[in-house]
């Protein structure tokens, strides 16, 4: 089979089409079950909530930061599938020893379509990945020039936190036309209510994940108090930040979320 080479830039080649699989990373397990390999998956982490069902029927490997390598050794896999965020360089390290990782890198849509026809190269699914991608392509340039929308994408609270111009998230935000206010800085700044009252925000907007913003009113009271002028707007992470099939409806979630926004105040 091809070759692949990850984002650590170490080749990974098979013998022959895995057979038993460990996805350390939700988006691509999510992945590996749109690709048909319902079968081949063997492991998987708490935090792999698609598809429905398979935390009670898959092996559980620990956390996304905390892999139970031991665990992960006696599934016997022939693939381990990792991802520089999501995992632990000290994880991956160890699960070296016991068969071979492919480490993804995502920072925007095209590496994840990058990432969804590598990942077909190394499961012998090209011709379902190569599908997938060519939807997903399609819908994305579909969507319209949206007048740009200067915002701030909050992940966290105590403290805040944002996303920076080397995130998935930021792309996405990019594609729906939303400027990113933080997008000069990197990875995932902590930010205060009041420096992002002074920002000129058109609006703020909260993630569902890692942070349940959605989960409490009082989750959001303190931004509103701080940006009374300003919408503050809890929204789906997970079309932000999940980067496997979730793809083909990131766009028509664009396209709503537009249309309940603000209109830009230099407009």
């Known amino acids: 089979m091809p070759a692949a080479t990850d984002a650590r830039g170490h080749s990974v080649s098979l013998d022959a089409p ?3 699989i460990v996805s350390l990373v939700p988006s691509q397990t999510e992945l590996l079950a749109h690709l048909g390999l319902r079968g081949e998956v063997a492991g998987i982490t708490r935090f792999c909530e698609r598809p429905e069902g398979w935390r009670s029927t898959k092996t559980i490997v620990g956390g996304t930061k905390q892999v139970d390598v031991e ?3 006696d599934l016997d896999p022939d693939l381990i599938l990792a991802n520089h965020e999501e995992n632990t360089a000290k994880d991956v390290a160890a699960l070296d020893e016991v068969a071979p990782v492919f480490v993804t890198e995502v920072r925007t849509v095209e590496e994840a379509l990058d990432m969804i026809r590598i990942v077909g190269t190394l499961t012998d699914t090209s011709d379902q990945t190569s599908t997938l991608v060519g939807k997903i392509i399609s819908r ?5 020039d949206f007048s740009p929308l200067r915002a701030a994408y909050l992940i966290w609270r105590e403290p805040h936190m944002t996303v920076g111009g080397d995130t998935f998230i930021h792309d996405v935000l ?4 939303v400027e990113n206010a ?3 800085q990197t990875r995932y700044p902590e930010v205060t209510p009041e420096a992002l009252a002074e920002n ?3 609006v703020v907007l909260c993630s569902s994940e890692p942070f349940p913003f959605h989960k409490k009113d009082k989750f959001t009271a303190d931004l509103e108090n701080a940006l009374p002028d300003t919408p503050v707007e809890v929204v789906d992470g997970q079309p932000f930040s999940w980067y496997g099939p979730r793809l083909l409806d990131t766009p028509t979630y664009l396209r709503d979320l537009r249309e309940r ?3 830009p105040r230099a407009a």
């Open 71 to 73: 665990t992960v050794r």
């Open 174 to 177: 990019r594609w729906g036309g």
């Open 182 to 184: 933080y997008g000069d």
């Open 261 to 263: 926004l603000p209109t």
């Open 140 to 144: 994305f340039e579909a969507l319209p």
């Open 200 to 202: 000129g925000l058109d």
């Open 18 to 20: 895995p057979r038993r």
